[in-house]
């Protein structure tokens, strides 16, 4: 049974920085892409990271230079790693196999102004 357990969420205020971490069961890590989604309240769930299972990576334009995914293959867990945080990065964050077919339950992020 595959299972995506996401933990670091929480409150930060603005410019402060958070790591998400998403661990991973199952044995499908390293035939998987991964990729963090967000949901803001009112607005449908939207890719922000996504990373292969060769390293490669890319992001949606409103968090590139400030977040950066990676992933441990040894301990099948996928992280991002979020700076500069903004009031407008607030939302529940996602991680997902790519494709979406595995979804882990979620993880609150919120920025203060």
């Known amino acids: 049974q595959v299972r995506l357990v996401e933990s670091g969420g929480g409150l930060v205020q603005s410019g402060g920085s958070l790591r998400l971490s998403c661990a991973v069961s199952?044995?499908?890590?390293?035939?998987?892409?991964m990729a963090w989604y967000r949901q803001a309240p009112g607005k449908q769930r939207a890719l922000v990271a996504r990373?292969?299972?060769?390293?490669?990576?890319n992001y949606v334009d409103s968090v590139k230079g400030r977040f950066t995914i990676s992933r441990d293959n040894a301990n099948d867990t996928v992280y991002l790693q979020m700076n500069s945080l903004k009031p407008e990065d607030t939302a529940v964050y996602y991680c997902?196999?790519?494709?979406?077919?595995?979804w882990g339950q979620g993880t609150q992020v919120t920025v203060s102004s």
């Open positions: 199952g044995s499908i890590f390293s035939i998987f892409a």
């Open positions: 997902a196999t790519e494709p979406p077919l595995h």
């Open positions: 990373i292969t299972s060769s390293g490669s990576t």
